[in-house]
């Protein structure tokens, strides 16, 4: 025999008493039934009855997996809601900021308009009216600056005026609607009072010289002089 054979030979594991020797039927347990124990104390009741899961006994009380249903519905539900608030606050945020951005861009709709001069314009001509009133009361030291430096503004970068007026109207508009509309009342009968002035004042300037006229023509015909 050879020394392979001597160290490699083929082993009997029962004769070898590694695994006993089993001549009946080994039957399993009650703890490894997959069956349900009907609850005889109150023993059993605390630890519930005993299942057989993937070859293992297990026992679940049915307050314990109630109590943890409820605990996994109340962390899901609390999830949910917690994922549903953030979802809502995070649209309503890129709401507002594409309208605000759109809004910005659409204020300045004339490329022909140098933002920078005129801004540099509109905020010496505020600071011009702070100078000048320095020492009037303070009714004029406010509003000079805001009138001065509105003027600027719709003179040097009218297109982005206009735009901001229709925007802060229709802002004050949503948010303050009967005063709105008293304001706009007035402006309305300011601007016909004004037409109504300027036309008045047109139709006497034609009647004066109209007469002046006539009594230039008069004068040339009962003197014949050439007063024209």
Same mark, same amino acid.
């Given at each position: 025999m050879s020394v392979e054979s001597r160290f490699y030979r083929e082993q009997d594991l029962v004769k070898e008493a590694v695994v006993p020797r089993q001549n009946g039927v080994v039957l399993s347990s009650n703890a490894k039934?997959? #069956? $349900? =124990?009907p609850l005889e104390s109150s023993g059993k009741s605390i630890i519930g009855n005993n299942e057989l899961i993937d070859g293992i006994s297990v026992r679940s009380p049915s307050y314990l997996l109630s109590v943890f249903h409820r605990l996994r519905l109340g962390v899901l539900g609390t999830i949910e809601k917690? @994922?549903?608030?953030?979802?809502e606050k995070t649209s309503a945020y890129y709401r507002h =900021?594409? %309208? $605000?951005t759109s809004t910005i861009a659409n204020l300045h709709s004339d490329p022909r308009e140098k933002l920078l001069p005129g801004f540099t314009y509109i905020v010496v001509a505020a600071m011009s009216g702070? #100078? $000048? @009133? %320095?020492n009037k009361p303070f009714l004029y030291r406010f509003t000079a600056p805001l009138v001065l430096g509105s003027l600027c503004f719709s003179y040097v970068l009218p297109s982005t005026f206009q735009n901001t007026a229709s925007l802060l109207h229709s802002i004050e508009s949503e948010h303050f609607p009967e005063t709105v509309a008293k304001q706009d009342a007035i402006i309305n009968r300011t601007a016909q009072m004004g037409r109504t002035a300027a036309s008045s004042i047109d139709y006497v300037a034609e009647s004066v010289f109209a007469i002046a006229a006539k009594f230039r023509h008069s004068v040339k015909e009962w003197t014949n002089l050439n007063i024209e």
């Open positions: 039934e997959a #069956v $349900l =124990e917690a @994922t549903q608030k953030i979802d =900021e594409r %309208r $605000l702070s #100078v $000048l @009133t %320095r």
